[in-house]
């Protein structure tokens, strides 16, 4: 999957590469902000909470992308992944907070 994207031209870090593997939710999200990236995960339920609580505190950050389904298949999540990366690159005011399954 990481291979694919990056072959369809899509900039991919991995939690693994970034060294951010045993890092807190809260972390990773702050890691993802101050490197200009947006965080694509399957954590919808804590992502979706600290999202909120960010807004609140007025702590924008860089862009969630949340998968709920589980057994999505690559080619959909990378096709999805695609849409978001150029319908939203330099447009989007605001934070970016999305669902995958919203793209598809």
């Not at 060294?19 to 399957?42: I, P």
């Not at 389904?69 to 330099?90: D, F, H, M, N, Y």
Request: net charge negative; glycine share 8%; charged share 20%.
């Amino acid at each position: 999957m990481v291979e694919a994207l990056g072959a369809s031209g899509v900039d991919v870090l991995t939690t693994q590469e970034a060294g951010q593997l045993r890092a807190s939710d809260e972390s990773q999200l702050a890691f993802a902000t101050s490197e200009g990236r947006v965080l694509y995960t399957t954590n919808c339920a804590d992502f979706a909470a600290l999202h909120a609580r960010w807004m609140s505190e007025g702590r924008p950050h860089s862009g969630l992308v949340m998968r709920a389904q589980q057994q999505l298949p690559p080619v959909a999540q990378i096709k999805a992944l695609r849409r978001i990366c150029s319908e939203r690159t330099g447009t989007y005011e605001g934070v970016l907070f999305e669902y995958l399954e919203s793209w598809l």
